[in-house]
């Protein structure tokens, strides 16, 4: 054989080498890790470093490194102290290949819910929900539509005036309308705002001006209570954004508040059919914490008291992401009345993940009875919190809609970030909202809609 098909032979050898390493165990271990990693003081992560793997850790003095000998070492991280650590993977100790940052974060107790709750929202100014033709002098026509405004929209602001209610803005359509005056309107589409300036025409049908209209001001519903840490009143809640039933669209949180509810009745979830938790609100006047967030990753605010929890009121500790393990898990919810119950789930599949998603969990539904009760998750179900070897891991967030019995849960993390309990990280990457059609989400608070009034 003649030195250039030698050479040949030897890279095409060589590529075939570096194909099958890629997909081999060892290269999968490690660039399934996240290039950012979080562990929480008491925590130990478990990293496997099999050949040809090496690893070294920069600034030791947060994290100490134990391993086993051999060709597959399983590497523990054990935090020393609050601060940072680079790890550094090298191929055969020589080819630097991928780093992963870790943070030693200092230990979180929280007092996990499982309580359902009723939740109120009030949206910043009124959400456009639908069109409706004004019966004029001149025909039917909408003087809002032809001017531009869709549904989805929001009103954030009326001559001058920031809108707080539906029947405020009605108020004052029907006021300028009998000046004979235009209306002006702020109106928010996305993350932008533009002024639209319009005629009000008087409706035969309701002896009052409007602008064709249909507009809603607030969204209420059932959903699960997932922590809350007695240091400084903050709670979690849902671990998914509430959105408009009618734009399907996140709702820009004004006001809120949530209280307690009872659980009377639940429609059975079947294939293609998502069952539900039939809630009633329990002294709606009396306030359980405000709303003062509604995030991709759920609702947030302040307790103004604090709700039962006979198992764990001393609170228990949290795990980050690189704790959970596939297998065994339990999910506290209320399936009758305001009874907070454990059950048995499974964890079969973790996601990893370096920015902030909704699909981290992916949880199959195994306990007997609770398959019995409701088929599996159920909307009013999402934001129940998620519990392995005695700690929070996540919580609740989505049902399979083919699958009843199985769905998705966030990660911890992400929820204790948006609460402002653990720091956000600097550099972060636009997040995807994982809301399905309908209500707040598939197994997310029941909507109770408020009728929209027409404007």
């Known amino acids: 054989m003649s030195g250039k098909n030698r050479r040949s032979a030897f890279g095409l050898l060589l590529a075939v080498l570096i194909v099958a390493f890629s997909f081999s165990p060892p290269f999968r271990d490690i660039y399934q890790l996240p290039p950012h990693m979080r562990i929480i003081e008491g925590e130990t992560a478990s990293l496997n470093v099999a050949f040809p793997w090496t690893m070294t850790v920069n600034q030791e003095q947060a994290v100490r490194v134990r391993s086993t000998h051999g060709f597959s070492r399983p590497v523990a991280l054990e935090p020393v102290s609050l601060g940072k650590a680079t790890l550094e993977f090298k191929l055969l100790g020589l080819i630097p290949v991928r780093t992963v940052q870790v943070d030693v974060l200092p230990p979180i107790k929280l007092v996990p819910g499982g309580h359902s709750i009723g939740v109120v929202l009030h949206s910043q100014g009124v959400i456009i929900v639908g069109h409706s033709p004004v019966a004029g002098p001149d025909g039917s026509r909408s003087p809002a539509k032809e001017a531009g405004i869709a549904i989805g929209d929001v009103i954030l602001s009326i001559n001058g005036t920031p809108v707080q209610s539906d029947s405020q803005l009605a108020e004052v359509i029907d006021a300028s309308g009998r000046e004979n005056r235009a209306v002006s309107l702020l109106v928010k589409r996305g993350a932008?705002?533009?002024?639209?300036?319009?005629?009000?025409?008087?409706?035969?049908?309701?002896?009052?001006?409007?602008?064709?209209?249909?507009?809603?001001?607030?969204?209420?519903?059932?959903?699960?209570?997932?922590?809350?840490?007695?240091?400084?009143?903050?709670?979690?809640?849902?671990?998914?954004?509430?959105?408009?039933?009618?734009?399907?669209?996140?709702?820009?949180?004004?006001?809120?508040?949530?209280?307690?509810?009872?659980?009377?009745?639940?429609?059975?979830?079947?294939?293609?059919?998502?069952?539900?938790?039939?809630?009633?609100?329990?002294?709606?006047?009396?306030?359980?914490?405000?709303?003062?967030?509604?995030?991709?990753?759920?609702?947030?605010?302040?307790?103004?008291?604090?709700?039962?929890?006979?198992?764990?009121?001393?609170?228990?500790?949290?795990?980050?992401?690189?704790?959970?393990?596939?297998?065994?898990?339990?999910?506290?919810?209320?399936?009758?009345?305001?009874?907070?119950?454990?059950?048995?789930?499974?964890?079969?599949?973790?996601?990893?993940?370096?920015?902030?998603?909704?699909?981290?969990?992916?949880?199959?539904?195994?306990?007997?009875?609770?398959?019995?009760?409701?088929?599996?998750?159920?909307?009013?179900?999402?934001?129940?919190?998620?519990?392995?070897?005695?700690?929070?891991?996540?919580?609740?967030?989505?049902?399979?809609?083919?699958?009843?019995?199985?769905?998705?849960?966030?990660?911890?993390?992400?929820?204790?970030?948006?609460?402002?309990?653990?720091?956000?990280?600097?550099?972060?990457?636009?997040?995807?909202?994982?809301?399905?059609?309908?209500?707040?989400?598939?197994?997310?608070?029941?909507?109770?809609?408020?009728?929209?009034?027409?404007?």
């Open 192 to 455: 932008a705002s533009f002024e639209i300036s319009l005629r009000p025409v008087f409706c035969q049908d309701t002896r009052r001006y409007r602008i064709g209209l249909f507009v809603r001001d607030s969204a209420a519903g059932v959903g699960t209570l997932t922590f809350y840490e007695p240091q400084t009143n903050t709670y979690g809640a849902l671990g998914h954004v509430i959105t408009d039933s009618d734009t399907n669209q996140p709702i820009d949180c004004n006001q809120g508040k949530i209280v307690l509810a009872t659980v009377s009745g639940i429609q059975h979830g079947r294939r293609g059919h998502p069952g539900e938790k039939i809630g009633v609100f329990i002294e709606e006047d009396q306030i359980l914490g405000t709303i003062e967030k509604n995030t991709p990753f759920g609702i947030y605010g302040q307790l103004s008291a604090y709700p039962p929890q006979e198992k764990y009121g001393n609170g228990i500790p949290v795990a980050s992401m690189s704790q959970v393990r596939l297998g065994a898990a339990e999910l506290l919810t209320v399936i009758d009345g305001q009874k907070i119950e454990q059950f048995a789930i499974e964890i079969q599949k973790i996601n990893l993940q370096e920015t902030p998603e909704g699909k981290g969990l992916v949880i199959k539904v195994t306990d007997p009875r609770l398959l019995e009760r409701t088929g599996g998750i159920v909307q009013g179900m999402s934001g129940s919190p998620i519990l392995q070897n005695g700690k929070i891991i996540g919580a609740v967030t989505h049902v399979f809609v083919h699958d009843p019995t199985r769905g998705y849960g966030c990660f911890v993390d992400w929820m204790l970030m948006e609460s402002g309990l653990i720091p956000r990280r600097e550099k972060q990457t636009a997040r995807k909202l994982f809301t399905l059609s309908g209500r707040f989400s598939f197994s997310g608070p029941s909507i109770i809609s408020f009728f929209p009034i027409s404007a």
